[in-house]
């Protein structure tokens, strides 16, 4: 519903590869003195310096990881980069260089890479990180797209999942949900359009939890607003999966057992409105939901009064020792189980 019909199509085969990457790549300009020899020699060259590299990659693929009717694919191309910078200020490390590779089937003329590049390179200028390489080659179907970040830390500043310590604060920038009921509106408008073509969709009560679906940020302000408040986490991930996961992750790995309130969850009012309308539980779709691309991590409880009140950050619950497991606190001050899936299996 979102294609345009009057674009121009340049086929792929007259560029042929080298020729294609040097026409997709021209525009990308260079941020880190670390990129010794970026695209057009064998391999890419990094200065490492004396700093840890932190390496996270991503393979999304057409069909399973997006849907290209209501994806535009601009959207898609920042939105690959976003999810791997996420992984990379989830270790409180600074992303430098990322390299994109994709297939992609004869159905896809150049113009349509053009605008995926143009989202990735707008991801590239609005976040510093600089293309240093890639590949381009066929596929029999569809796209498949899978980028490498690359980032540096000092060593004492890398944080690991592992860290959390019974006491601590639970904290999650941001809010919960608004994507995974972004991406359900979109889907309810893609059945909509295939019944009826003529049916323009009216998303103006939906602007914010679609643009959470479709231009997610990374959180990359949120390590240097920690850095600025002096508070050091001492266990971080990013909520791809759902935060229930994500909390799971970190006390797995920490082990260390916590409590999470229903009632401090960060929603959006859009949220909200969007779940009654829908019949699901706000609660669930927080817990549950994924690709919010917010930070969730524990802090000591000493450095409580540095975070308070900061309208980025939310304190949703604590780490408790190991053995009194994963908990939500409801509401109605009930106990439950965290569940990495959903929350149908809390209720059934
Ligand atoms: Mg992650």
């Avoid at 240097?224 to 909520?239: A, C, F, G, W």
Wanted: charged share 25%; with cysteine; net charge negative.
């Amino acid at each position: 519903m979102l294609e345009d019909k009057n674009q121009e199509k340049t086929s792929l085969s007259e560029l042929g590869e080298f020729g294609l990457i040097k026409h997709l790549t021209k525009h990308f300009s260079s941020y880190h003195k670390t990129t010794i020899k970026s695209v057009g020699d064998d391999a890419a060259v990094i200065d490492s310096s004396e700093k840890q590299t932190i390496v996270t990659t991503d393979l999304l693929i057409e069909g399973v990881h997006f849907d290209l009717s209501y994806m535009p694919l601009k959207h898609l191309g920042y939105k690959a980069v976003m999810v791997n910078l996420s992984d990379v200020y989830a270790m409180n490390a600074e992303a430098e260089q990322i390299t994109v590779s994709i297939a992609i089937s004869n159905r896809f003329p150049l113009e349509a890479l053009e605008e995926l590049y143009a989202g990735i390179q707008l991801a590239c200028n609005t976040y510093n990180v600089d293309l240093i390489g890639g590949d381009t080659t066929s596929s029999t179907k569809g796209m498949l797209l899978s980028i490498t970040a690359i980032g540096k830390a000092n060593k004492e500043d890398v944080i690991y999942r592992s860290g959390a310590k019974p006491t601590d604060l639970v904290v999650v920038s941001g809010d919960l949900g608004g994507a995974y009921l972004g991406l359900q509106v979109l889907e309810r408008e893609k059945q909509v359009f295939q019944v009826n073509p003529e049916n323009q969709p009216d998303l103006d009560n939906y602007t914010y939890i679609i643009e959470r679906q479709l231009k997610p940020e990374a959180r990359k302000d949120i390590p240097e607003l920690l850095k600025e408040l002096d508070v050091k986490p001492t266990s971080m991930i990013d909520i791809s999966d759902g935060l229930s996961s994500e909390i799971m992750h970190i006390c797995t790995q920490s082990k260390t057992g916590c409590k999470l309130y229903e009632e401090k969850l960060p929603l959006d009012p859009q949220v909200i409105s969007t779940c009654e309308e829908f019949e699901i539980d706000a609660t669930m779709v927080a817990l549950s939901g994924g690709e919010d691309y917010e930070l969730l991590f524990t802090i000591s409880i000493d450095d409580y009064d540095k975070i308070k009140g900061n309208p980025n950050l939310s304190v949703i619950g604590h780490i408790t020792e190991e053995n009194q497991g994963m908990n939500l606190v409801t509401r109605a001050n009930q106990e439950i189980e965290l569940k990495a899936q959903g929350w149908n299996s809390f209720k059934g």
